[in-house]
C-alpha cells in the first residue's frame, strides 16, 4: 500500500514550505533599448530589417535567426495592424473571477514578420473579430517609462 | 563501434563580463557568428545545433534552450540542450562529437552561454536548491561551503599549505592579461590572496572565480568537411565523462575520482598511455584555485599531492613543460559556467592551431586537454584535442 493511500491529508505527513530565493533582473538588450526608446521617445514602433531573407522582425531581433546577420536596418513599422487571433480572459492567475474581462490579442502589421500581443481597449468582447485593423494607444509620453506598457493597448481604427 | 573523425574547425567567444546589455540569446548570436566567421561558414553549412547552459534561475527564464535557440542558430535544426552543472561546457562539446562522429550529421554547431548577473541578489540563492532538501539545505549550504569542506580535506591529506594552492590564482590571473576577453586579469601576489577576506576557511576571496555572463561557441565538422573548411583542423582525439553518487558525503572529497574515470576513458580513446608525455598544453576546470591541482590529479597528470610542486617549480607556468591555464582559466578569464568550459576546448584549440596569440604556449604543442567539472562536485568531462 502506498504512502498516497494510507496519508489522506498532508497534515499527517512531515511537510514544509520553501522558496528558490532569487530575484531576476532583466537587460532589454541591444535591439530591446532601440526599440523601447523609440516607443518612450518618439511613440513609434521599429522593426529590424534582414535584407537577405526579406524579413522585418517584429518585435525587433539584433540578428537574423534564419542566416545569423546581424542586423542594421531600422525601420517604422507604423502604429497599425490587424487582429490576427484573440481571446477574452475571464479568471486571473489565481483563478478568480474577473470583474472586467481582458481581451488579448495578436496583433500583425502588414508587412512585418512576428507581431505582438497585447491588449485590446475601446471595444467590448462581442465586437471583437479576426482581421479586424486596429492601432496601438500609447501614454501620455511623460508617463512612459520604456517598456511594453508604455502601449496602453490596441484599439480599432 | 565505428565512431568518424571529427574535428574542431572553428571557435568564438565574447568579452567575459559582470553585467553584459545584451540579452542571452544576443550574447549566444555574437559567439555562434564569430564561431561561423571564424571558418567562413554561413548557418546553411550547419547541420545541427548544440546548446549547453546551466540552471533557467540564473537568466530567470524558464525553457531556457528554447530561448536561446534562435540566437544559437538553431532555427528549422535539430536542436540539443544538456546541462550537467559546472560540467556542461565540455559535455555540451563532447555532444557536438557524437552528432557528428555517430554519422548522424555532418557539422555541429555547439554553443554555451550563461547570464548569472541576471540572478539577484546573487546565484547563490540558486545553488541553495541543488542540495538535498531535507537534510542539507536546512543549513543553509552553499556552495564556497562545500568547497571549502572539500579544499581543506585535500590540504590536509597532503599537507598543503595555502600559499601553494594561491600560486594558481597568481598564476592564473597573471596569464589572462593577455585575453582580450578577460575580466579578471590582474598582477597579484600570493599576500594578496593570503590577505583577502575570508569567505569559508580556507577559501578566500581571491582563491575564487567570478561570476559572469558571457557565450563562446564552435564549430565541429566530420572529416570530409573539416578538411575542405581548414588545413588546420584539431582533431577529437578522445571524450570522456563520468558521474560519481549523488550522496556526496560518502565520498572522500581528497581526490576526484570520478576525473580519473573520465580521463581514463578519452586517453583509451586517443590511445594515450603516458599522459603526462602525450599531453602538451593543458585547460582544467579552476572555479577555485585548489580545483586547477586537485583535477591535474584526477586527470593522472600528477601524482596525488603533488600538483601543488609542480605550480611552486614553474611546471604549469605558461613557458613550463605542461601548461596549466594558459587562458588565465576561469579565476582570470571569467566564469560564465557553462560558456566557461566551452571557453577552456576553444583555448586549446587556439593553442594546436598557433592562433593564441600573446597567449601561446611555445614548443608547437600536438596534444591538448580541457576538463570541466560540475552538478554536485561529481561530474568529470574531458576532451582531448591533436594537429
Ligand atoms: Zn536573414
Redesign the interface.
Known sequence: MSLVERITTSADAKVWYDNIPIESLYTVGIAGEKFFRAIKDRGVIMGSVCPSCNLTYLPPMMYCERCLAELEEWVEVGTKGTVHTYTVVGVSLEGEPLEQPEILALIKVEGAHGGLVHRLGEVKPEDVEIGMPVEAVFKPKKGREGSILDIEHFKPV | MAMRKVAVVGAGMTKFMRR????G??LA?QA??MA?DSCEM???DIDAVALGTAPD?F??LHMKGEYLS??A?A?HKPYMRCYVGGGTGVFAAIQGWYHVASGLFDTCLVVCEEKM?????H?Q??F??IFD?TTE?ALKPNLIWIFALEMNRYMTMHGIEKKDIALVAVKNKRNALDHPCAQLAANITVEDVLNSEVLAWPVQRLDISPTSDGAVAIVMAAEHVAKRITDKPAWVRGVGWSLDTAYWTSRDLYYPKYVEYAARMAYDMAGITEPRKEIHVVEPYDPFDYKELHHLEGLLLADKGDAPRLTAEGVTARDGNMPVCPSGGMLGVGNPIAAAGLMKISEIFWQLRGEAGKRQVPGQPKTGLAQSWGDLMQVGCVMILGV
Open positions: 553584459a546589455q545584451e540579452t540569446r544576443e548570436f555562434s557568428r561561423l554561413t548557418l546553411d534561475a537568466d530567470g534562435d540566437g542558430g532555427w548577473s541576471s540572478c539577484m541578489p546565484p540563492g540558486a541553495l536548491t532538501h539545505r
